[in-house]
């Protein structure tokens, strides 16, 4: 059965540093969705595009967060420098349109100190 | 503004027993409603869906939810807990984006299900 795969897992790092996130959606999919759930929280959208395109960036701090999708199919969620604040799960999800069910990639865990 | 809540933090039942997770939503024009479910460390998985249709819906693992347009709910469902359903349940609508033109998915803070041996 197909997945979305996300790298890393798990991310610990210093505040003020760089940190980087990977998404692999499911083949086809042409909607893929980053977002972020601080613990105890629903998932809050990030940034959701539509093949290479971003259609919906308004919750996403763009001061520190950037988000790609340059071949329209895998996409790198950046935050740098990253804050305290900055700690949740991060979430990768992708469908075949804006309108489908999601499916959900595992997630990585960020940690800043 | 268009979102769902979920007004329960927590549903503690015991195995065995039914089970309802609640859940009310406010939006314009017709719902699209959706239940997910996550387990610990892990992703949000599909459970089910309402776009149209019959009030009842069912889903995955046993589970179903009932659609209520006079009480704007969605409640989620399944006639007998088991241990392995204890999770985060978390209810969501479509909504139409803020520029219009493309839609996206509100999530509610969800709620714990403790199922109890």
């Known amino acids: 059965e197909a997945e979305v795969a996300q790298s890393p897992r798990y991310k610990i790092t210093e505040k003020s540093q760089a940190v980087a996130f990977w998404c692999d959606p499911i083949?086809?999919?042409?909607?893929l969705y980053w977002y972020r759930q601080i613990l105890g929280q629903g998932p809050e959208l990030l940034v959701q595009f539509q093949d290479e395109s971003v259609v919906d960036d308004s919750q996403l701090p763009k001061d520190r967060f950037s988000a790609e999708r340059l071949k329209g199919v895998d996409s790198t969620l950046k935050i740098q420098p990253a804050e305290l604040g900055d700690s949740a799960m991060y979430l990768c999800a992708s469908s075949f349109s804006g309108q489908e069910t999601q499916y959900f990639g595992p997630g990585t865990r960020l940690l800043v100190l | 503004a268009q979102s769902v809540a979920q007004p329960e933090d927590q549903v503690n039942v015991a195995e065995g027993n039914p089970l309802t997770v609640k859940c009310t939503y406010s939006?314009?024009?017709?719902?699209?409603l959706f239940w997910y479910v996550q387990y610990p460390n892990r992703g949000l998985q599909f459970l089910l869906k309402?776009?149209?249709?019959?009030?009842l819906v069912k889903g995955s693992y046993g589970f179903e939810a009932e659609f209520n347009k006079s009480q704007t709910s969605f409640h989620l469902k399944k006639p007998s807990a088991l241990v392995s359903d204890s999770a985060l349940y978390f209810c969501a609508v479509r909504v139409m984006g803020y520029s219009g033109g493309y839609q996206k998915v509100t999530f509610g803070i969800g709620t714990k299900l403790q199922v109890i041996p």
């Open positions: 939006v314009s024009g017709n719902p699209y």
């Open positions: 083949s086809g999919h042409a909607t």
């Open positions: 309402y776009i149209t249709g019959d009030n």
